[in-house]
């Protein structure tokens, strides 16, 4: 493959009009089919690639916001990362056994002049399947510096559902 495959179109043996088709294919629909599948690649790209989510996958191949989970004994705690909001744009749900993330992060300056952006402004929302029962009374969420750290508390029922293995050699 050379690179003048990568290219989407060609030059026209010393003319400088580009053509909608490469040269070896000499089929204007055969291209056109190409780079309709190469556009939904690059929209579908991040479907799929983790748990429910919005966000700027095209570009960090995973779900936004970043969330780190820990498990002990008594809690379960999420940490997630949310750089550049504050506390009253996120909002966090809990509901049958689900930690549900979500918000808005907007733009704060409409820069008519800007040609390229990697920023990612709209709406966000990360679900986060628990697995086990948590004293729901009792849930605390703290924001602190873009980062927002959920502690969900184990039932009394939910600890003591634990079961060592033991290993065999």
Not at 43 to 60: C, D, E, I, K
Not at 101 to 118: H, I, V
């Amino acid at each position: 493959m050379s690179v003048r495959d990568l290219i989407p179109w060609g030059r026209n043996n010393g003319n400088q009009v580009p053509s909608l088709f490469r040269d070896d294919d000499g089929d204007p629909f055969l291209s056109l089919h190409r780079e309709v599948n190469r556009l939904f690649d690059d929209v579908f790209r991040g479907f799929g690639s983790g748990l429910a989510h919005r966000g700027n996958s095209a570009t960090s191949g995973g779900a936004w916001p970043s969330v780190e989970i820990s498990d002990t004994d008594r809690e379960i705690k999420v940490t997630a990362e949310v750089p550049g909001l504050e506390e009253k744009d996120i909002e966090v749900l809990l509901h049958d056994g689900v930690l549900t993330l979500r918000g808005e992060k907007r733009s704060e300056s409409e820069d008519k002049d800007r040609q390229f952006s990697e920023r990612y402004y709209g709406r966000f929302e990360r679900r986060i399947p628990l697995g086990v029962e948590v004293k729901e009374d009792h849930v605390e969420a703290t924001f602190r510096n873009g980062v927002l750290t959920v502690s969900l508390p184990k039932t009394e029922k939910a600890q003591s559902q634990v079961k060592r293995i033991a290993i065999k050699s």
